[in-house]
């Protein structure tokens, strides 16, 4: 029996003033994407509309999740809207799940013209939690400014949206699936795909599985724990660590992707990953890893707990690229981190005589300076590495990358990271975070910050604290030239840089769950001296934050 064509529907709406974007995507409570009427496809509709019309017909798209809560009724909107918005074809991962990671893998593999995820990374999931969209373009990169502004100019002035209400799809049934729709020459075609597969052929290509599976399953094997934490790179923990790379079945704790991934927010930190610093603690694992809700970030602790820091972390895997294939293959073009990441990766790039580019918060920085060849490897403080085999910050990447020197140079975690200090100095580093800011009291206090610092007599400053005088030697906001495209970035961030090299640096955040504001306070402080690189982060920094917490009290 012939079925009929599935009508497409026009819906009258009304616009809405805070769709947009900002650094990871939109982000806003669960229930204001679930609760607010036509809140989700206003933002569907705007995200489509940015993407030029001719580009859009017969296009292709990626389309994954973490797993959060509102995901799956989230996917069925997305191809309803993206069947009558004239998009050609959707390969979404199966049970609607890819790590952001993946997903920008895919994105590149079969050149579509982007990807939509949804995650709010680490924030907390269920229907009082976060939700997020975020769109990656089609280098498998997040969007560029220019793409945000546009999603936003739409949104502003959004009267309707274009849907297929009657289209269902099946999620758990691999293969395509085709639709005809009323007044399309062409089927809408959706493809599920394994969510795995293609991004494991990738890594294959990248590391030397076998050295690793010798590590894992030899007479001395490393024995390692990892806590997928519920979300979404459970499955890429099972198949690639556990099946195909050796590592015991029970080494891998939490992979079972949940709704509200098991009650605690699916953050890669000292705080939230709880059971894998207590495991790590008791001494029987060598090396141990937490991955975040879509997989973009991680977390690194050697025997006995101890906790490798996100800026030592891409400084440790700089300095050691020569032990994974892909890099004694293609060589290393040069590095990258934001600013408010440590400058432990600068001595590793000056030592190997290599460009360090310092970029704004925000992964699609990376994008243009690895796109134009400049840069194959970047990091930030926020638990983020990647390298230029994808556009986005991999956590399983990362943890392989480990792997591979705890390998090559037949040493633990720890012993790696301090032999890293001795030959490059150590670099201590730490972030506070004033959450849940009333956004104008924020935006004030920050100018007033500025307005501080700037004072021509502000330069010459000397802080006494204890028997330390720290003597400020440059003080700014922090901006941007890209130097591919020439665009500026302004108001990237307070810095103060001292004349020891150490530094505080004051942030508003862009990537809260629209639950208020942000306000991070990075302090770095530099020690060459290796009898001095076993002393509590928090008693080096003290002096740093006390000036800090002063410096704020005057603005």
């Not at 009657?166 to 795909?193: A, T, W």
């Amino acid at each position: 029996m012939e079925t009929s064509p599935i009508p497409v529907v026009t819906v009258q709406t009304a616009p809405f003033e805070d769709q947009r974007p900002g650094t990871n995507g939109l982000r806003r409570k669960t229930a204001v994407f679930e609760g607010k009427k036509n809140y989700l496809q206003n933002y569907i509709q705007s995200l489509l509309s940015s993407i030029d019309l001719r580009d859009r017909q017969g296009c292709t798209m990626v389309v994954g999740s973490d797993g959060r809560y509102f995901s799956r009724a989230t996917i069925e909107v997305i191809v309803q809207m993206a069947a009558a918005n004239g998009i050609g074809r959707l390969v979404i991962g199966l049970n609607g799940l890819l790590s952001t990671p993946a997903v920008s893998c895919i994105i590149r593999k079969i050149k579509a013209i982007g990807g939509i995820i949804l995650t709010a990374s680490h924030n907390p999931g269920g229907p009082g939690g976060d939700f997020g969209i975020k769109f990656n373009v089609a280098n498998g990169g997040p969007s560029t400014d220019t793409v945000m502004e546009k999603i936003s100019q739409v949104s502003r002035t959004l009267e309707e949206y274009a849907i297929c209400p009657d289209l269902r799809i099946d999620l758990s049934r691999l293969g395509r699936q085709e639709f005809d729709l009323e007044n399309k020459f062409k089927p809408f075609r959706v493809e599920i795909v394994d969510s795995v597969e293609v991004y494991l052929q990738m890594l294959r290509n990248i590391f030397d599985f076998s050295t690793i599976k010798s590590l894992l399953t030899g007479p001395d094997q490393l024995k390692i724990h990892i806590d997928a934490m519920n979300g979404v790179m459970g499955p890429y923990v099972r198949r690639i660590l556990c099946d195909e790379l050796g590592a015991p079945a029970n080494s891998a704790v939490s992979c079972v992707p949940l709704e509200d991934f098991g009650g605690r927010p699916p953050e890669p930190n000292l705080t939230y990953a709880t059971s894998l610093v207590d495991a790590m603690k008791g001494g029987e694992f060598g090396f141990g890893a937490a991955f975040d809700a879509d997989g973009d970030r991680y977390m690194i602790l050697g025997e006995n707990g101890f906790f490798v820091n996100p800026s030592d972390s891409v400084a440790v895997i700089a300095a050691n690229l020569s032990t994974i294939p892909y890099f004694r293959q293609h060589g290393a073009r040069g590095f990258a981190r934001s600013m408010a990441t440590s400058s432990a990766l600068d001595r590793v790039a000056k030592a190997m005589k290599l460009a360090l580019y310092e970029t704004p918060t925000g992964w699609r920085y990376f994008g243009n300076l690895m796109d134009s060849g400049r840069c194959s490897l970047c990091g930030e403080e926020s638990f983020g590495t990647g390298s230029d085999h994808i556009r986005e910050k991999d956590g399983l990447w990362s943890v392989l990358a480990w792997l591979s020197i705890m390998a090559a140079r037949k040493q633990g975690v720890e012993q790696i990271v301090r032999e890293h200090w001795a030959r490059f100095g150590r670099n201590y580093f730490c972030r506070f975070d004033y959450e849940g800011l009333d956004p104008r009291a924020a935006f004030y206090l920050m100018r007033d910050l500025e307005t501080v610092i700037s004072d021509k007599a502000f330069s010459s400053q000397k802080f006494a604290v204890g028997d330390h005088v720290y003597s400020v030697e440059k003080a700014e906001n922090f901006e941007y030239i890209d130097p591919v495209d020439g665009t500026v970035a302004r108001n990237q961030g307070l810095r103060i840089i001292f004349t020891d090299s150490s530094r505080l640096v004051f942030r508003m955040s862009g990537s809260g769950g629209g639950m208020g504001a942000t306000i991070r306070i990075y302090a770095e402080s530099f020690e060459r001296d290796p009898e001095r690189h076993s002393r509590e982060t928090q008693v080096v920094l003290g002096p740093l934050i006390a000036i800090a917490l002063k410096i704020l009290q005057h603005s």
